[in-house]
């Protein structure tokens, strides 16, 4: 194995003292930042996910309420619930579990909380601000994805990269993130022709689409960086574990840095959540203290 093996866990930790310290400074000015979880139905998946945030959020000094509702709540009732939530001034953060069920639109509930509260960076205008690098509140994931590459000794402004996967939620964000670094940016989707092609070229391939496997040796420059966003659920002789999109064994003897799954990208996504806690309680500060401030 010829890869340098990326530490998310380790880069989590620097970015959450940092996150904690500026919570402490908040609680002293009177605004110690709350994140509310909304989870909907008993999923396993979920119930890992916000016993996670949870840990991470008493280890940054961040208040966490996780609401559980039945699978049977209504889209017109949960939307009721976020708006509460918009409206108590004690909630700084509001974040949605996924997944939900299918008769609730996600993107319309995630529109629905207010972007000051938007600590997760989908709502549309936090989406939209990334395109005049408005970074404010950024989405998590594609944050994480775009701070491991800046943290590796690789100049981004005019760096080949491609990214394989345009979801709305990772795959365009992390395009325009880099854009925004000066990266000479190739994105891949399933309409694509010789992605493989395209990702030989890079120096560094994101790739964030769902299929364990995807990315193999062959479709990597000797030495690139791959940032493996994926998280797939596979079975195997000793039992269920938890891949990327790519042959992790196969391309760590060909890439030179390469992130894990899990222990990646993972661990710095929750740390970004903490980061856009706090930001997003400092926001709110200040837009109170500008709106009501005397004299």
């Known amino acids: 194995m010829s890869a340098t093996i990326i530490d998310g866990r380790a880069m989590a930790r620097r970015i959450q003292a ?59 009732e949960l939307g009721g619930v976020v708006a509460g939530l918009n409206a108590d001034p004690r909630v700084h953060g509001i974040v949605i579990q996924r997944p939900l069920p299918a008769a609730i639109p996600v993107q319309a509930l995630q529109r629905a909380i207010h972007p000051l ?43 080949e990269v491609t ?46 689409v769902g299929r364990p496997g995807l990315v193999t040796a062959e479709m990597l420059k000797p030495g690139a960086a791959l940032i493996d966003i994926g998280i797939n659920r596979v079975e195997t002789p000793e039992g269920p574990r938890l891949v990327g999109d790519a042959d992790f064994e196969a391309c760590a003897e060909v890439a030179g840095w390469i992130t894990p799954v899990p222990g990646g990208v993972g661990p710095v996504t929750v740390a970004m959540l903490m980061r856009n806690a706090v930001r997003a309680t400092r926001m709110q500060m200040e837009r109170y203290r500008g709106a009501y401030a005397v004299g």
Not at 27 to 49: D, H, K, M
Not at 135 to 142: E, I, S, Y
Not at 180 to 191: D, F, K, P, R, S
Request: charged share 20%; with cysteine; aromatic share 4%.
């Open 18 to 76: 940092a996150a904690a310290a500026e919570a402490a400074d908040l609680a002293a000015a009177g605004w110690a930042p709350r994140l509310v979880s909304v989870s909907v139905g008993a999923v396993a998946a979920t119930e890992l996910y916000v016993r996670n945030q949870r840990r991470q959020a008493a280890a940054s000094g961040i208040g966490f309420e996780a609401r559980d509702y039945p699978a049977t709540i209504s889209a017109e």
């Open 117 to 159: 509260k938007d600590v997760e960076g989908l709502h549309p205008a936090s989406i939209g601000n990334i395109v005049y690098d408005d970074l404010a509140l950024g989405p998590c994931t594609a944050l994480a994805a775009v701070e491991i590459l800046k943290a590796l000794p690789l100049d981004p402004a005019g760096l």
């Open 163 to 208: 990214v394989i996967g345009h979801s709305e939620l990772v795959g365009k964000p992390v395009a325009f993130l880099l854009m925004g670094l000066g990266a000479t940016v190739t994105v891949c989707h399933a309409l694509s022709r010789e992605v493989a092609a395209h990702a030989r070229r890079a120096d560094a391939v994101f790739v964030a």
